[in-house]
């Protein structure tokens, strides 16, 4: 194979002359200059200067296997040189595609055995937010047409997905949310659980999708939609309470209750689907992000026996697909991830080893000083930073000491992220134990880094 062509030494300012970021002030980024990341393999990627970095984020929430993986370059040519594109469309499919939908099926529960193909988690919002109403549709219930959905979620970044989330400074920005979708609230105890106990809050939570419902008109409701744990709004881990609510209330009112799996799937928290953790079965779940460790994009949604047969026997043509839905590169690419998580055992690893380690460290950082809470599922976590930890109470500017401790860990040579004054890790699953205590100190002294020099 031929080596890519050296980058010049001015991509920086090419970069800044013709390359608009996602989620990024440009003027901002513009000034301080992009970092280039020019080199990976394991748990490590390297930028333009040469310096290591440990990735404690998987890139974004996607690197699960981790980087390097040989396999899956050489599944991805031989799949390019053997059959580089054909569609799905016209009664027509690859080996690779189709393999794909039935290995996913193999890792979930019986009835969630149907795969449609993408190419992101946005799009995969999208199709299942159009599924969900033509399903309610085939059987004749017309008006079953609005989304529940949760303040602080994130579903992705088109116009359903951005819609479907709950971040208000996305609604601001084209004029969001689409008519059809309401939110609810979330169940972040820390935040919002005031006086409540977390198992209380988590009930009173969950309870509002039921008042919604009642508001709304049960005949008037197509489905709810929740991440297992909310990712991008601060992994927000829920009361025990609030899933078997969540779950008790879909049902007794009979809507599609969507589990966004773009991050929790692919053994994240131990268990292959988030909601297999914790103990149901959800009706349509997008995947994505795991589902090739970032490698090529492809995305899908799981699809229930439930709704599948409605497709199947009473839809007739669902006009819906993305030119590249089921690409068999990206198939090919996903199918040897997914070989490599069965055959290293990863999800068993997360479950039984290297998840009970970091539970360990990870949850060690409670007793900082700025740390209210430091809670974690598997390999995803959060430490929740705070002024005073005895009430609860959270700096005045929760985005600037997250920033700050993200710098330090990032200059440290460790990348997490921060939402707010919340500090994320969600490490490619390969983590190694010393890697891990190397996290958790990294952490606790940009933490000690702030106590000595922020002053509120
Ligand atoms: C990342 C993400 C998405 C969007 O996926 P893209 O591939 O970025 O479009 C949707 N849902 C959740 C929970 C995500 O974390």
Sequence with gaps: ????????????????????????????????????INRAEGMHIWDST????????????????????????????????????????????????????????????????????????????????????????????ETKTMVIARKNA??????????????????????????????????????????????????????????????????????????????????????????PEIVRITKKYNILLVADEVICGFGRLGTWFGHQHYGFEPDLAPIAKGLSSGYLPIGGVLVSERVARVMIEELGDFYHGYTYSGHPVAAAAALENIRIIEDEKLVERVRDDIGPYFTEAWRSLADHDLVGEAVNVGLMGAVQIAADKSTRRRFAKPDEVGTLVRNQCVNNGVILRATGDRMLASPPLIISRSEVDQTVETLRKGLDWLKDNHKE
């Design 154 to 243: 994130y579903h992705g970044s088109t116009v359903a997905g951005a819609s479907l989330g709950g971040m208000t400074w996305m609604h601001e920005q084209g004029n969001l949310p689409i008519p059809g979708i309401v939110h609810i609230g979330q169940p972040h105890w820390y935040v919002e659980g005031g006086d409540l106990s977390p198992a209380e809050f988590g009930l009173k939570v969950a309870r509002e999708l039921e008042d919604k419902i009642l508001e709304l008109g049960e005949e008037n409701v197509a489905a709810f939609v929740a991440e297992p744990i909310q990712g991008a709004g601060g992994v927000i881990v829920p009361p025990d309470t609030y899933w």
């Design 1 to 36: 194979m031929t080596k890519t062509a050296a980058a010049p030494s001015n991509l920086g300012a090419i970069d800044a002359a013709h390359h608009l970021h996602p989620f990024s002030d440009m003027k901002k980024l513009n000034a301080d200059g992009t970092k280039i």
């Design 50 to 141: 040469g310096k290591q970095y440990l990735d404690a984020f998987a890139g974004l929430w996607c690197v699960n296997v981790g980087y390097g993986r040989d396999s899956i370059a050489e599944a991805a040519y031989q799949q390019m040189k053997e059959l580089p594109y054909y569609n799905t469309f016209f009664g027509t499919t690859t080996p690779p595609t189709t393999l794909l939908a039935q290995k996913i099926a193999s890792h979930t529960g019986p009835n969630l055995n149907h795969v449609f193909f993408c190419n992101s988690g946005s799009e995969a919002s999208d199709t299942w937010f159009r599924m969900a109403r033509v399903y309610w549709k085939a059987l004749g219930h």
